[in-house]
């Protein structure tokens, strides 16, 4: 009889008088992440049929581990993205028009920065806008609704 060991790699963790200063993981589905307020690290991703470099977060707090629901949301969000591709465009056009009024593609008028996982099991993509610079546009799978509006809307 065989049994299966699961290691998990425990963050790497520098603190300086109580203060965390370095704290490095290598995930075993995200790779290895940096924690700067949560778990980032970059990567490149295809959106509106362009190559960006984004910033890929898992939230957690105080170099909490990655949970496996992020883990997961991590692992389908680039079929998730490929599977809903009319959905997703439709959504972030009907609101560029409707609250920022813009007529261009969406590939001119905003660029992804950020994947997020959440802890609650929502991940989303924020978006850097110039017709909506102080709140930017995101674009939030909530209970696998795909929900778009303002950031701070969903953060």
Known sequence: MFHTLVVFQQPKIKTIKGFIVLKKVKDKIFGE???????????????????????????????????????????????????????????????????????VTLDECMNPKTVIFERDGSWGILFDTDYDVENGIALFVINNQIKVDREDSFL
Do not use: P
């Open 33 to 103: 992440m940096e924690y700067k307020h949560s778990w980032t690290k970059e990567e490149s991703v295809i959106f509106f049929g362009k190559s960006y470099i984004i910033n890929v977060t898992a939230q957690a707090y105080s170099a909490d581990t990655i949970l496996e629901s992020q883990q997961k949301n991590y692992a389908n969000f680039r079929s998730y993205l490929e599977e809903h591709k009319n959905e997703i465009e439709e959504k972030l056009m009907e609101y560029c028009k409707t609250i920022c009024d813009v007529t």
